[in-house]
């Protein structure tokens, strides 16, 4: 199975401040990467599919890069509204889809 | 607009068994793949099982299968998780979440969860 790692687990920064979090795949997924929000006790919601397009109806301060195995979700200008843990997802292997372990984001 | 809603979760003893099921409205629930997706108190996101637009092709996670079963009933736009054999570790909110395609992809809707408790 494709593993996804999430780094950092928590970060911490000031409004305005431009936030980057990074997701490593176990192997090339060819860009079937995806990035979501959770704020606590929420459904996940989505930010970002296929690397670096951005869900309709989603603020233009995300956005998503990167391919083969590392991929960035950055945040160009922290708003306390972005205060919530954001998970990256594969969807190259559709036999058995794996999650990121998560990044907490906190205003200081 | 999309509506997925979830029930069935509850207490349940180790060993027990569950059915959820997720209750679709909004678009054309046939065209499109389907998963269920759990998170463990204070952990993170798992994906357990997926299938098909036409319910043809289901996929699961290591961690559940031979033990759970997933389905859906197109004519009531209705997907479905049979639990067997629950363990503890299996105490989660189970969200139920559509795919932009007919077969497993990234997820642009999830419904609410429903929490699942396994505990004697």
């Known amino acids: 199975d494709i593993q996804m790692t999430q780094s950092p687990s928590t970060l911490s920064a000031s409004v305005g401040d431009r936030v980057t979090i990074t997701c490593r795949a176990s192997q090339t997924i060819n860009n079937w990467l995806a990035w979501y929000q959770q704020k606590p006790g929420k459904a996940p919601k989505l930010l970002i599919y296929k690397a670096s397009n951005l869900e309709s109806g989603v603020p233009s301060r995300f956005s998503g890069s990167g391919s083969g195995t590392e991929f960035t979700l950055t945040i160009s200008s922290l708003q306390p509204d972005d205060c919530a843990t954001y998970y990256c997802?594969?969807?190259?292997?559709?036999?058995?889809?794996?999650f990121g372990g998560g990044t907490k984001v906190e205003i200081k | 607009e999309v509506h997925l809603v979830e029930s069935g979760g509850g207490l349940v003893q180790p060993g027990g068994s569950l059915r959820l099921s997720c209750a679709a409205s909004?678009?054309?629930?046939?065209?499109?793949?389907m998963s269920w997706v759990r998170q463990a108190p204070g952990k993170g996101l798992e994906w357990v099982s997926g299938?098909?637009?036409?319910?043809?092709?289901?996929y699961y996670a290591d961690s559940v299968k031979g033990r759970f079963t997933i389905s859906r009933d197109n004519s009531k736009n209705t997907l479905y998780l049979q639990m067997n054999s629950l363990r503890a570790e299996d105490t989660a909110v189970y969200y139920c979440a559509k795919a932009e395609r007919q077969w497993l992809g990234h997820f642009d809707h999830w419904g609410q969860g429903t929490l699942v408790t396994v505990s004697s």
């Open positions: 997802q594969q969807y190259n292997s559709y036999l058995v889809l794996t």
């Open positions: 909004g678009f054309s629930f046939s065209s499109y793949a």
């Open positions: 299938i098909s637009g036409s319910g043809g092709s289901t």
